[in-house]
């Protein structure tokens, strides 16, 4: 097979230069106000209200916000580092070839949750509709409301945070407008939201209920802790800035103060909501509490966060990992419709009931992947990355035939850990996958299959921005832009 024709080089995965990272930290913090606005998050507030006062919910969900946060700032230079995406680095600790296997698993999970909030949003748009038109059908709103949607994916990443700057400011009106409606209709019950009256559980169940509101925050996020640098590498940085918390400016306003606060926000939502009425589920709720004009306005925030969501935290993911395993004859927009088909053919409208285990134990898959990630990264190459060689058949991450067998063992170890003990997957995952993957690869692995930017940790030859590098890939030969002096 011809350089040319490696299916390692799809156009769409190649590394990003920096005159093509246009996310603001503005841009990237209102993606993160819509990405939280999803079911899930209101399940979290609701579940969590049937155990613990409010305001234990929103402390355990801002520890878990702030420390997912942190994960997915530190797997984020890697797409700010060197402008590579997640199926690409992938191929790093997991081969060339095996890292199809964690990468699809990622993208069926990023795809059926698509599924899910997009019926969240047609459930909303269904609502508008029968209010103004005496329209009822579900599922024709889903089928038009999941091809928007796909379509404004396949126009580019700069489409998406357009959009994101566009819905967000709506985003956060009509949520206190919403928080508003939902508090008025718990006090005409008679309920004090804010209340600390003696929790339903105590003692060491009510700990237990704490820590399953920092989990399920974390294992929410779990997903994009994973593979974040899909969309970081989009990112605007500065070149010759080694200073990591510089560089990463954009990435840790959005994940360290934007997630966190919007995220327990709209878990408060969620819980009022279930104080309210019994019920998570804002759509339901709002029908009870607003009508007409308002209920229409209220209802309207709900489809734009499902949109906003969807396009940067699923189909975009999903999307890039979707055209690595098609190779280069199957562009982004390809992958786009794929993750869009696989969205709907899941029939999420029957998931709602198991969403919360769900997070749980994919949180815990997943969070052996992220602490791999960051052992290989930071730990292992010190950020120092051959990014050509990610990009040839036969360099060093063929490894054994294409796979990795220290990645594949330590996920599995991660993966199985996390699964015996639920409540803590995220953590218990996060650290059998690290620590397993360290000493695999440093002891056995990497001795085996050398890694030249381990072997010669050359500033000059193995980092990426922070030395002024855009890292290019040439259809014929490795062929790497020489540092260039720029301010900053």
């Known amino acids: 097979m011809s350089k040319k024709q490696s299916y390692l080089k799809s156009p769409d995965l190649l590394p990003i230069s920096q005159k093509d990272r246009k996310i603001t930290p503005l841009g990237y913090s209102f993606m993160w106000v819509g990405m939280v606005v999803v079911l899930a998050t209101f399940a979290i507030g609701g579940g969590g209200v049937i155990n613990l006062p409010l305001p234990l919910v929103v402390l355990g969900t801002l520890i878990g916000s702030l420390a997912i946060g942190l994960f997915i700032s530190l797997t984020a230079d890697i797409g700010i580092e060197h402008g590579i995406s997640f199926p690409v680095y992938m191929r790093a600790p997991f081969g060339t070839l095996g890292t199809h296997i964690p990468s699809v698993a990622r993208g069926v999970t990023a795809s059926m949750w698509f599924g899910i909030n997009t019926y969240f949003g047609a459930t909303a748009i269904n609502g508008i509709l029968n209010i103004l038109y005496d329209f009822d059908n579900w599922f024709v709103c889903f089928l038009i409301f999941a091809l928007l949607q796909i379509i404004n994916t396949a126009l580019g990443i700069k489409a998406v945070e357009r959009f994101a700057d566009l819905a967000a400011p709506v985003i956060i009106i009509i949520s206190c407008w919403m928080y508003s409606s939902l508090s008025d209709a718990a006090a005409a019950e008679g309920r004090d939201v804010w209340s600390w009256v003696e929790s339903p559980v105590t003692g060491g169940a009510a700990f237990t209920a704490f820590l399953v509101v920092i989990f399920s925050n974390m294992g929410f996020w779990a997903t994009l802790s994973a593979d974040i640098f899909s969309i970081s590498r989009f990112m605007h940085a500065p070149r010759n800035q080694k200073n990591w918390f510089k560089r990463n400016r954009s990435s840790l306003i959005g994940n360290l103060i934007a997630l966190p606060l919007t995220q327990a926000f709209m878990v408060v939502i969620g819980g009022v909501s279930y104080i309210a009425v ?163 690869a440093k002891y056995w692995w990497f001795p085996k299959y050398k890694q030249a930017e381990i072997e010669d940790p050359d500033d000059k030859k193995y980092l990426g921005i922070s030395v002024g590098r855009d890292w290019v890939i040439s259809d014929y030969e490795q062929e790497q832009e020489q540092p260039k002096k720029i301010s900053v």
């Open 278 to 440: 019994l019920n998570y589920d804002p759509i339901v709720a709002l029908q009870e509490a607003a009508s007409g004009f308002a209920l229409g306005i209220l209802l309207l925030m709900i489809v734009l966060a499902q949109w906003s969501t969807n396009i940067a935290a699923n189909i975009v993911p999903a999307a890039t990992i979707f055209s690595n395993v098609g190779g280069p004859k199957f562009p982004f927009w390809a992958g786009v419709i794929t993750s869009g088909f696989v969205g709907i053919v899941v029939q999420p409208w029957n998931l709602f009931d198991i969403i919360i285990p769900v997070l749980l134990f994919v949180g815990g898959i997943l969070s052996a992947i992220v602490g791999i990630l960051i052992a290989d990264y930071y730990l292992l190459r010190k950020r120092r990355v051959n990014v050509p060689d990610l990009y040839e058949d036969d360099g060093q991450f063929r490894y054994s035939n294409g796979i990795n067998y220290a990645g594949f063992i330590s996920w599995i170890l991660g993966g199985v850990a996390s699964y015996f003990v639920p409540s803590y997957g995220f953590l218990v995952g996060f650290l059998v996958g690290a620590f397993c993957y360290y000493v695999l």
